[in-house]
């Protein structure tokens, strides 16, 4: 079974832009939603992003998601030092798995 | 609110086998689909398998297909993993995960996690 390809590291100031990208297929992202998990330093995974470009309740409006083609994207705006966590994408594959991505950590 | 707690994890030798639990509460339990995602030690996330509300239909990534068990006891509100022939790679925390509907297939994701429990696969 494939994974979903992240880049390993991302950075940023207090106050920057940091987009994250997350590579799939057709099979997985070209054909199902896209879903965000943040893993904050010896915690549980929390949902960040669902159905590509939503947020749950509480989750600020800091983190956006996106989605084109057999790709999507995750953005935290006005980077703040709680935002220090590990990223993770994630989608259905059309064989019958769930996928996560390869995992991104954002320092800021 | 909900409320999802694991146990049962433990050192175990290679070949062996246990049983993880996942005690649920908040939510009415035989609703929803639940799963299990294990993360090795300084890894990243794998899901592992999901289990539709009614425990009648059952999804397995395929390292794990043949080994693992996952069930559902409904009644008690308690998700079940049963582990066969443990191996070396299958040392990990293990998260019980809240799915938003009742079938994987109606749009899958986990929308609550419990904290985990470690399994050790060691001689």
């Known amino acids: 079974q494939s994974v979903l390809t992240q880049p390993p590291s991302a950075s940023g100031t207090p106050g920057q832009r940091v987009t994250i990208s997350c590579s799939g297929s057709?099979?997985?992202?070209?054909?199902?939603?896209v879903y965000w998990y943040q893993q904050l330093p010896g915690t549980a995974p929390k949902l960040l992003i669902y159905?590509?470009?939503q947020r749950p309740s509480g989750v600020p409006d800091r983190f956006s998601g996106s989605k084109s083609g057999t790709s999507a994207s995750l953005a935290i705006s006005g980077l703040r030092s709680e935002d220090e966590a590990d990223y993770y994408c994630?989608?259905?594959?059309?064989?019958?798995?769930?996928?996560f991505g390869t995992g991104t950590r954002v320092t800021v | 609110e909900v409320q999802l707690v694991e146990s049962g994890g433990d050192l175990v030798q290679p070949g062996g086998s246990l049983r993880l639990s996942c005690a649920a509460s908040?939510?009415?339990?035989?609703?929803?689909?639940m799963s299990w995602v294990r993360q090795a030690p300084g890894k990243g996330l794998e899901w592992v398998s999901g289990?539709?509300?009614?425990?009648?239909?059952?999804y397995y990534t395929d390292s794990v297909k043949g080994r693992f068990t996952i069930s559902r006891d409904n009644s008690k509100s308690t998700l079940y993993l049963h582990i066969d022939g443990l191996r070396a790679e299958d040392t990990a925390v293990y998260y019980c995960?809240?799915?938003?509907?009742?079938?994987?297939?109606?749009?899958?994701?986990?929308?609550?996690w419990g904290q985990g429990t470690l399994v050790t696969v060691s001689s």
């Open positions: 057709s099979s997985n992202i070209g054909t199902n939603y």
């Open positions: 159905r590509n470009d």
């Open positions: 994630a989608a259905w594959d059309d064989s019958l798995s769930e996928l």
């Open positions: 289990i539709r509300g009614g425990g009648d239909i059952t």
């Open positions: 908040g939510f009415t339990f035989s609703a929803y689909a």
């Open positions: 995960a809240k799915n938003p509907n009742y079938d994987i297939l109606s749009g899958y994701y986990f929308e609550y």
